[in-house]
């Protein structure tokens, strides 16, 4: 049992993948990659909204979005989603599995842990850029506790995320208590 404990999570997160897409901002995000990619540039003002087409516009998604284009073009359509939905899942969970048995070093823990991380990530799994965000956290706490060997690891972390959701000043957040705590 000890020894299949941490594939678990992973099964888990495989038939939440497996979902159908519950989520249409979605599409507007492969959209605003589409207008993005095509006007050689990031969106400033809004091109999609009746009542505020060309006011002024601040897409925190752009690195995200344009990436959801070129994989629309790449496999032709949105199948694509569930895959990424596994594959950034399953290396959140890795790197969750990877902090916890770190502390405690009990396989069995850990995957207590992992199994209650996909539990609480479960309902969040959708193909939106926020998702990465659950990928870079995971990212920032491993390189957080792997001092001082992966500490150059955070500004490549929090820079790509800026780029990639709004949600990077929770990682800055995160930098600047790991830095007080240190001290």
Same mark, same amino acid.
């Given at each position: ?6 594939? /678990?999570?992973?099964? /888990? ?11 249409? #901002? $979605? &599409?507007?995000?492969?959209? %605003?990659?589409?207008? @993005?990619?095509? %006007? ?15 006011? =002024? ?8 979005? /344009?990436?959801?284009? +070129? %994989?629309?073009?790449? $496999? *032709? ?9 596994? &594959?950034?899942? #399953?290396?959140?969970? %890795?790197?969750? *599995?990877?902090?916890? +048995?770190?502390?405690?070093? #009990? ?16 309902? $969040?799994? @959708?193909?939106?850029?926020? &998702?990465?965000? +659950? ?9 957080? @506790? +792997? ?18 959701? *709004? =949600?990077? /000043?929770?990682?800055? *957040? ?10």
């Amino acid at each position: 049992m000890v020894d299949v404990a941490p594939l /678990i999570p992973f099964v /888990i997160l495989g038939m939440l993948a497996a979902r159908a897409i519950r989520d249409n #901002s $979605f &599409i507007w995000h492969i959209r %605003a990659g589409a207008v @993005q990619v095509d %006007a050689v540039r990031v969106l400033t003002e809004d091109v999609f909204s009746f009542t505020r087409s060309g006011q =002024s516009w601040r897409t925190q998604s752009w690195l995200a979005e /344009i990436g959801y284009r +070129y %994989a629309e073009e790449l $496999f *032709g359509g949105l199948a694509w989603s569930n895959w990424m939905i596994l &594959i950034v899942g #399953s290396v959140v969970i %890795a790197l969750v *599995g990877l902090a916890v +048995y770190r502390s405690v070093r #009990s396989v069995i823990v850990t995957s207590l842990v992992m199994v209650l991380a996909v539990w609480l990530l479960g309902p $969040f799994l @959708q193909p939106r850029p926020v &998702i990465f965000s +659950y990928l870079f956290l995971a990212m920032l706490v491993v390189a957080l @506790q +792997y001092r001082p060997e992966l500490t150059w690891t955070v500004v490549p972390i929090l820079w790509v995320w800026s780029a990639v959701h *709004g =949600s990077w /000043i929770l990682g800055l *957040g995160l930098v600047v208590l790991a830095r007080r705590r240190s001290r």
